[in-house]
């Protein structure tokens, strides 16, 4: 009865290190996707026909007095075309506002990114209600709806689905107007 209580301790044993050993071989982790830098300026920018991706981490933040959204992720678009670059899409009630797009860093793997995205409210179009993560005017990857707080800042930000009807309105270019000195990463 004590060998055969031994013969199983063994087993076990054994059986143990070859799933260490199966999972020792395993990186624990891939390598991070590189990250998204801008398009060259004067660079037309190239939608994708189709991408993957997600943001990781999403907060709410406050620098020098104004809201931004921080959004970490990536994106990755398919092989279809020769696409280079997504961009953010700020909604508002009846129209949507992209900026300049951040280039891809590789068509063969994904793109990490890393955006601060300002909230402040325009004079000529309200309150912002929704931003995307895009890869093209009517593609997104991710999406979030912003809820306004006292006095016009944003106090709640939460996901929602890329087909929301906040996000379902005409997009255009935001015009280029200087940067914003208190934000070196914002887009």
Do not use: K
């Amino acid at each position: 009865m004590a060998s055969f209580g031994r013969a199983r301790l063994a087993a076990a044993v054994a059986l143990g290190l070859v799933l260490l050993g199966l999972t020792a071989a395993v990186p624990a982790h891939a390598d991070p996707p590189p990250p998204a830098q801008p398009l060259p300026p004067g660079t037309e920018w190239v939608p994708a026909r189709c991408a993957t991706g997600a943001v990781d981490e999403y907060a709410l933040d406050s620098i020098a007095g104004s809201t931004y959204l921080r959004l970490s992720g990536w994106i990755h678009p398919c092989a279809e075309g020769s696409p280079n670059g997504f961009v953010v899409i700020r909604y508002y009630a009846d129209q949507g506002m992209r900026n300049a797009p951040a280039a891809y860093a590789s068509l063969d793997a994904p793109t990490a990114f890393q955006l601060v995205v300002p909230l402040s409210r325009s004079a000529t179009r309200g309150a912002l209600t929704a931003v995307c993560v895009a890869f093209a005017e009517n593609g997104r990857v991710a999406c979030f709806r912003l809820d306004p707080g006292g006095q016009g800042e944003v106090s709640t930000v939460a996901p929602i689905s890329t087909d929301d009807p906040r996000v379902r309105v005409r997009v255009g270019a935001a015009p280029v107007a200087g940067t914003d000195p208190t934000c070196g990463t914002c887009v």
